[in-house]
């Protein structure tokens, strides 16, 4: 069943840390089979597909304003 779902998830799927970060589960598995059993044995979230979550679930806009403040500070009018 593991060899299955590596099998599916290896055609699309890069490694995005360790020895071969970048490369698909499906070169490594040609090229290093004993990584894929290693990986499998002693960290099977590496073949788990990875879901992006936003941070935040609000759509951002761009405010260029919003942070900044009138200073009353500087009077420019004259009296």
Not at 27 to 49: G, S
Request: aromatic letters at 14%.
């Amino acid at each position: 069943m593991i060899t299955d779902i590596v099998g599916i998830i290896g055609l699309f799927m890069k490694f995005r840390s360790g020895k071969y970060a970048g490369l698909t589960v499906d070169h490594v598995k040609t090229i290093a089979p004993w990584y894929i059993k290693w990986v499998k044995e002693n960290r099977p979230e590496m073949l788990k597909e990875h879901i992006y979550k936003p941070k935040n679930s609000n759509t951002t806009t761009f405010q260029p304003f919003a942070g900044l403040k009138p200073c009353y500070d500087f009077d420019t009018t004259n009296k």
